[in-house]
């Protein structure tokens, strides 16, 4: 299976560095629905750069293929010289990401010109990848209501999975993360 993995921008949850509590939470949240995902045909996970659940979503599956070898990882562009307008330590982690994934390519070859790029990118996506495991609360909409949207819209039509991560479940896994870190042991480890 492919599988897209997109949500929330890093600021839409109130994140701005990369050491805030949350990511670890989100972090794990998304460990436990891969390694759930590699026992159902997982194969490859394919997202874009935002800054947020998409680059934690890479670090993650990275992390996982360094142990797990059937599992790639592919960093899809929306359009070219995307993230050329961020702050410098932004850009080099976002080029380290492209180069520790399988594979990475620019949907459209152009710089951002219009809106329709990012429907392009959507349409894409839904058209490449089997399902999507999506960070996103209809309470807390935020941008990934257009993913969301489009995903249903699809769904009308295709046979395509799709997996919400919404704040109940981010909560569920705040509280199994405390008690493994009181324990001391991964999200791989057992509590047993």
Same mark, same amino acid.
């Given at each position: =299976?492919?599988? /897209? ?5 890093s ?8 050491n ?10 998304? $460990? ?9 045909g997982?194969? /490859? ?8 659940? @998409?680059?934690w979503?890479? @670090?993650?599956?990275?992390?996982i *293929? =360094?142990?797990?070898f @059937?599992?790639k990882t592919?960093? =899809? ?7 050329s307008? /961020?702050k410098?330590?932004k850009?080099?982690k976002?080029? @380290?990401? $492209?180069?520790n994934?399988?594979?990475s *390519?620019?949907v459209?070859?152009r ?8 429907r392009? &990118?959507?349409?894409? =996506?839904l058209? +490449?990848? $089997?399902?999507c495991?999506?960070?996103?609360d209809k309470e ?7 993913d969301? $949207? *489009?995903?249903?819209? +699809?769904?009308e ?5 799709l997996q ?9 896994a705040?509280?199994? &993360? ?7 042991? +991964? ?6």
């Amino acid at each position: =299976m492919r599988l /897209w993995i997109t949500g929330y921008r890093s600021y839409e949850l109130g994140i701005f560095n990369d050491n805030d509590p949350k990511v670890a939470v989100i972090k794990y949240c998304l $460990e436990n629905n891969l390694n759930s995902l590699l026992g159902k045909g997982l194969e /490859w996970v394919i997202t874009g750069g935002q800054l947020g659940t @998409e680059q934690w979503a890479l @670090e993650v599956a990275e992390k996982i *293929a =360094m142990t797990n070898f @059937e599992l790639k990882t592919s960093l =899809m562009y929306p359009f070219s010289e995307f993230g050329s307008n /961020w702050k410098e330590d932004k850009k080099i982690k976002l080029k @380290e990401l $492209e180069e520790n994934c399988d594979f990475s *390519a620019k949907v459209s070859s152009r710089p951002y010109e219009s809106p329709q790029q990012l429907r392009n &990118y959507q349409r894409f =996506m839904l058209e +490449h990848t $089997e399902g999507c495991l999506l960070l996103y609360d209809k309470e807390n909409e935020g941008k990934s209501r257009y993913d969301y $949207e *489009a995903i249903l819209r +699809h769904q009308e039509n295709n046979d395509y999975f799709l997996q919400t991560i919404d704040m109940f479940d981010l909560q569920d896994a705040s509280e199994q &993360y405390q008690e493994t870190q009181s324990y001391g042991l +991964h999200s791989d480890d057992s509590l047993l």
